[in-house]
Nanobody, 118 residues
């Protein structure tokens, strides 16, 4: 059974930092590119960035230079370090394999809420 469990969200002031974690089932983590996604109220879910099993990362322009994705292959965990947070970063953050299609749409976890507000 595939499981993705996100954690680490919360309320943070603009300019602050947070680190999110995502614990994944070994069955999908070890062989896949992992991605962080987010969905703001009233908007479609969007890709924040991805990381290969070898650690290569790609980021959306909106977070480039502020967010860093890393992974611990021994722990089947992927991280999202967020800094210089802005109110527009407010969203529910999810991890999943990348790309998401077909049965992979069933992998989504509950996400973790990040709220950036003064």
């Amino acid at each position: 059974q595939v499981q993705l469990v996100e954690s680490g969200g919360g309320l943070v002031q603009p300019g602050g930092s947070l680190r999110l974690s995502c614990a994944a089932s070994r069955s999908i983590f070890s062989v896949n590119v992992m991605g962080w996604y987010r969905q703001a109220p009233g908007k479609q879910r969007e890709l924040v960035g991805t990381i290969t099993s070898g650690g290569r990362t790609v980021y959306a322009d909106s977070v480039k230079g502020r967010f860093t994705i890393s992974r611990d292959n021994a722990k089947n965990t992927v991280y999202l370090q967020m800094s210089s947070l802005k109110p527009e970063d407010t969203a529910v953050y999810y991890c999943n394999v990348w790309p998401v299609y077909g049965p992979r749409n069933n992998y989504w976890g509950q996400g973790t809420q990040v709220t950036v507000s003064a």
